[in-house]
């Protein structure tokens, strides 16, 4: 499943993601800024339609949990991401990444043992197919 956010829904999802839930009102005072009841009430509706959160009944109130995991975004966004703006090349990203970012010896030795040692924990018959040259990108994602 492919799971697509706009910038409100991520906002509002790392909210419930971070709380565990929420009613609309929580959700609204946790959010970075400020909208109104309705919009986040429209927000969290739109979200269920698409089945990534779901609610059950509080009183009054309805109280809203996510059912999809913050990995699997990170993992369908990130897919998107490389697929569409690095020409299938996670390593253009990552290369991408280090440029922009400006990462000094110590983060890249860090980044360098976090790709050994995930490459060491993971069995060959599942790895990740990626190339070697970082410049060109992969032709069949």
Known sequence: MEISFGERELDVMGVLWELGSGTVAEVRDALPTALAYTTVLTILRNLEGKGLVRHEGEGKAYRYFPVVARTA???????????????GSPEALVAQLVHDRGLDAAEL???S??????????????????????????RDA
């Open 73 to 87: 975004a990170r993992r369908s966004a990130l897919s998107r991401l490389v697929d569409k703006l690095f020409h």
């Open 109 to 111: 030795e860090r980044l």
């Open 113 to 138: 043992r976090a790709l050994r040692d995930d490459a060491a924990a993971t069995p060959p018959d599942t790895a990740p197919d990626v190339t070697s040259d970082a410049a060109e990108p992969r």
